[in-house]
């Protein structure tokens, strides 16, 4: 390992400025001694040269969505961590949302998670909250339909979507999508198939791709990787390592801790 902390192999993609896009922080029931705490996740970040991470609490996810937002509050200022805070479409939930003027949340549809429906009609509240204040919502590939995402898509064209954790499958629903909205965007952490990012940016630029690992459950070194090697201009590896994240929460890089 380098003098700076990285590993060598890693060295370029300090100058990077990586913002990662998909990263959780705290104890976890389910996932155990694999969740880190705030020192041990930035020294993961750390040692594969990411600079930033937006990141979630496991007990938002698994346990209490208010809870779970209190314990990623305990963990702030950390210029190293841009906070998605989990959301219910509760009217008294949005409006302790409020209070926290989120730049980004992190919604839990799951059944085993918060169990709500992504439709209008149960959430609708809760989007045009985070639609007028532009703030990005992050929503995890599982949980939720095609059909659903469309129409959520089309009913709410000024609401930023980051969809996280789509592999090479996803390409034939993914793509049609984002030709008809501009305000879908993904991450990169399963784009892991040959000359998949390649592909992606060859037909779509770099403009709705970012960077994302799925630290702590899963190593950052692979989708670093891919990225380090795709045959892409270095203005679209710098876009979708970093830039364009930044532009998403409308935010300035920090300075680290």
């Not at 950390?78 to 509760?90: C, E, K, T, Y």
């Not at 998670?113 to 929503?139: K, M």
């Not at 659903?148 to 390409?171: C, V």
Request: glycine share 8%; aromatic share 10%.
């Amino acid at each position: 390992m380098s003098k700076s902390g990285i590993e060598p192999a890693l060295a370029e993609v300090a100058a990077w400025n990586v913002f990662d896009a998909n990263a959780r922080v705290g104890h976890s029931g389910v996932h155990g001694e694999l969740a880190l705490g705030a020192p041990e996740l930035m020294g993961e970040m750390d040692r594969f040269g990411i600079r930033r991470a937006l990141v979630s609490h496991f007990a938002a996810e698994e346990y209490d969505a208010e809870e779970g937002n209190r314990a990623l509050a305990a963990l702030l200022p950390n210029s190293r961590f841009v906070p998605a805070w989990a959301a219910l479409p509760d009217a008294d939930f949005i409006e302790a949302l409020d209070k926290r003027q989120p730049v980004a949340v992190h919604l839990f549809f799951g059944v085993h998670q918060h169990n709500f429906s992504p439709s209008s009609w149960c959430s609708g509240e809760l989007y045009e909250f985070l639609q007028a204040r532009s703030v990005l919502v992050v929503i995890e590939r599982q949980h939720i339909e095609w059909d659903a995402l469309e129409s959520l898509l089309r009913n709410f064209p000024r609401m930023k979507i980051l969809l996280i954790e789509t592999g090479y499958r996803a390409d034939r629903h993914l793509f049609p999508l984002l030709r008809r909205h501009s305000n879908l965007f993904f991450e990169s952490s399963m784009i892991l198939a040959y000359r998949q990012l390649e592909a992606f940016v060859e037909r779509f630029g770099s403009e709705h791709l970012v960077f994302g690992s799925r630290l702590p459950l899963y190593t950052p070194g692979a989708a670093l990787a891919v990225l380090a090697s795709a045959r892409i201009s270095d203005d679209d590896r710098l876009a979708i390592a970093g830039g364009t994240l930044e532009k998403l929460l409308g935010r300035a890089s920090g300075e680290d801790d």
